[in-house]
């Protein structure tokens, strides 16, 4: 007979309806539900499946309906035999069910019998589809849920938030001052007002993470966080530098990530990684457009001088990549180098075109005698056999001598592109030898691995 940590291990690898359906199987599965450590109540398992889309609102109400229900069941003291240490709740913002599931999760924080909360307020309408009002109404309401039931955010961990404008409220006090125990934030369309200014300054957070996701801030300004981990932020609409950094002397991962407009200016990187110190892990991501960063070499030394892993993607397919050996000038000790060509056919029209000159980076660089010593992975996705793109991994297999690896991947393409039925130009399994030894010229002599 299998014990009960094991059945437990298989129960915590089910979605929350599958769970409750298993304690009808016999008695011997009846009390386990209510053993379980951790819980994932997620609102779309109980959506129908197949789900319609748009989400239609009477199934909406259902399933809102049900988890509730399984919320009550597995935080009711008559059946719960040992405290939640997590419990995850992905719902919809609807009152007549928040006021029930604000009781009940703050009831089982008083109690004793619930420790660490994660909430993902989720929304079903179109970001396009929203109005200003729309959006504050949605802040006002979660500061009214928090407001109404204080223990919640108080045991909060994590929140993710979609569509909700705090331009009416202290953002600042109802996302870091109310939640003190969030150690991971991420916000989908979330600010103050479009073009407003989040500042951060909360030296008490215990924030690890935090995402923003096509954010309508014109800037962020992180003056203290000091637990900061990561931070990753998914187009933006400033048109100067985006980010600042006062004291975040955790910070050890940065993605960023936008295709810049027409109106939005180049700005040194240097310049936004200042009060940085250790970062290891930097993510750059162009998105098939213009360069939103400026050229530079040796100011970017000191912001590089821990990054172990450095990707840069979305370089569109008609630049020049050899401006990226200017990283490894400034990185001595990367390990791993990731870059990607964006090249999309349904990104192909006349209007872009005629932008290739304006998008095209120019830098001047001076690499002397410098070595990157302890870089042994290449990986370069979107790979074609043109001599450029020889010419430029022979350039970093000659500085970097204990480069052990190349990855070629083919292009990343999306559905769009895949309407195109455009074939690869990734080379060809009868062409891959010869790929080979024009990369390793007769002087090199990594392994080269084709990833198609």
């Known amino acids: 007979m299998l014990t009960d940590d094991i059945l437990l291990s298989i129960l915590g690898r089910l979605n929350s309806r599958m769970v409750v359906r298993t304690s009808v199987l016999s008695t011997r599965w009846k009390h386990l539900p209510w053993l379980l450590p951790e819980l994932t109540i997620d609102v779309k398992d109980f959506l129908p499946d197949p789900c ?3 989400v239609e609102e009477n199934h909406i109400d259902e399933a809102m309906v049900s988890l509730t229900k399984a919320t009550r069941s597995f935080l009711a003291n008559q059946h719960r035999e040992s405290t939640v240490s997590n419990l995850d709740l992905r719902l919809y913002l609807i009152n007549t069910f928040m006021c ?7 009831d089982a924080v008083d109690g004793g019998l619930l420790k660490d909360f994660e909430l993902a307020v989720l929304d079903k309408t179109d970001p396009r589809d929203y109005s200003d009002e729309n959006m504050l109404q949605r802040a006002k309401e979660i500061d009214g849920f928090f407001s109404a039931y204080p223990s919640v ?15 009416n409220l202290d953002m600042h006090h109802v996302l870091f001052e109310c939640c003190k125990e969030l150690k991971h934030l991420s916000l989908y369309q979330c600010d103050t007002g479009f073009w407003s200014l989040l500042k951060i300054d909360a030296p008490s957070s215990k924030l690890c993470v935090l995402e923003l996701i096509k954010c309508g801030f014109g800037r962020l300004e992180v003056v203290c966080l000091p637990k900061l981990e990561k931070l990753s932020w998914d187009v933006w609409v400033s048109e100067g530098v985006p980010l600042a950094f006062g004291s975040v002397p955790s910070l050890e991962e940065l993605e960023l990530s936008c295709g810049a407009i027409c109106d939005q200016n180049a700005f040194k990187l240097s310049e936004l990684l200042h009060g940085t110190t250790i970062i290891h892990t930097l993510t750059l ?3 098939g457009e213009k360069l939103w960063v400026l050229p530079e070499m040796k100011q970017l030394c000191t912001a590089f001088n821990k990054l172990r892993e450095l990707r840069v993607h979305g370089i569109f397919v008609e630049f020049d990549i050899s401006w990226t050996l200017a990283f490894l000038v400034a990185a001595p ?3 791993v180098l990731q870059i990607e060509v964006w090249e999309h056919p349904c990104d192909a029209d006349d209007d872009r075109e005629g932008s290739f000159s304006e998008r095209s980076p120019h830098w001047e660089m001076d690499f002397q005698d410098s070595k990157n010593l302890l870089l042994n992975l290449l990986e370069f996705v979107g790979f074609k056999s043109l001599e450029e793109k020889f010419t430029f991994i022979r350039s970093i297999l ?32 009868d062409e891959q030898d010869m790929v080979a030894r024009r990369i390793r010229d007769g002087i090199f002599s990594p392994q080269i691995i084709f990833d198609d």
Do not use: M
């Open 285 to 287: 991501d162009f998105q």
């Open 52 to 54: 319609p889309d748009p």
């Open 398 to 429: 000659q500085r970097s001598p204990n480069l052990e690896k190349i990855v070629l991947k083919r292009e990343e393409q999306c559905d769009y592109c895949d309407a195109f039925d455009v074939p690869s130009k990734f080379p060809k399994k």
């Open 333 to 335: 000790s990367l390990v």
């Open 153 to 167: 955010p108080h045991c909060l961990t994590w929140l993710s938030l979609q569509n909700v404008n705090f331009g």
């Open 100 to 106: 029930e599931i604000g009781s009940l999760v703050g």
